[in-house]
């Protein structure tokens, strides 16, 4: 029988990460940038480095599935971050439906928080290597 739970898993994983994965690197890139459209929405450019962490660091551990519960985790804290602090002004069209779409993201990274990366993942390789994470 054929088994699609793991590869669905996997393709979704990929799916979530890749914008943050993309948005992390060209935030290095284009530092100031970034750091002046945070700070055109009233929030600190200093947290910026903070912001690469969790756009790189916790998209390429959805990615690989390694640590992924709390790549996750830290990914949905910023979608709703995200939301709430760029996405405030609901009578524009367009932002609302950016303030959907970020919460609506976090809402599969909490799904993958609970119920983990599948078995086509560096978490699980190391679960039956009898490594817990």
Same mark, same amino acid.
């Given at each position: 029988?054929?088994? &699609? /739970?793991?590869? +669905?898993?996997?393709? $979704?994983?990929?799916? *979530? #990460?890749?914008?943050? !994965?993309?948005?992390?690197?060209?935030?290095?890139?284009?530092?100031?940038?970034?750091?002046?459209?945070?700070?055109?929405?009233?929030?600190?450019?200093?947290?910026?480095?903070?912001?690469?962490?969790?756009?790189?660091?916790?998209?390429?551990?959805? &990615? /690989?599935?390694? +640590?992924?519960?709390? $790549?996750?985790?830290? *990914? #949905?804290?910023?979608? !709703?971050?995200?939301?709430?602090?760029?996405?405030?002004?609901?009578?524009?069209?367009?932002?609302?439906?950016?303030?959907?779409?970020?919460?609506?993201?976090?809402?599969?990274?909490?799904?993958?928080?609970?119920?983990?990366?599948?078995?086509?993942?560096?978490?699980?390789? +190391?679960?039956?290597? $009898?490594?817990?994470?």
């Amino acid at each position: 029988m054929l088994r &699609l /739970t793991d590869p +669905l898993a996997f393709v $979704g994983r990929v799916l *979530l #990460a890749l914008i943050f !994965v993309k948005e992390g690197v060209d935030a290095i890139a284009n530092y100031s940038g970034v750091a002046g459209y945070m700070q055109s929405s009233g929030v600190s450019a200093s947290l910026l480095p903070l912001v690469i962490l969790a756009q790189l660091g916790g998209g390429l551990s959805v &990615l /690989t599935g390694f +640590l992924t519960r709390l $790549g996750a985790m830290a *990914l #949905a804290a910023f979608c !709703v971050l995200t939301a709430l602090l760029f996405h405030r002004n609901w009578t524009d069209f367009n932002e609302a439906i950016q303030f959907q779409k970020d919460i609506c993201m976090a809402g599969g990274f909490l799904v993958l928080t609970a119920f983990g990366p599948g078995e086509w993942s560096i978490d699980a390789i +190391l679960a039956r290597r $009898g490594w817990r994470l």
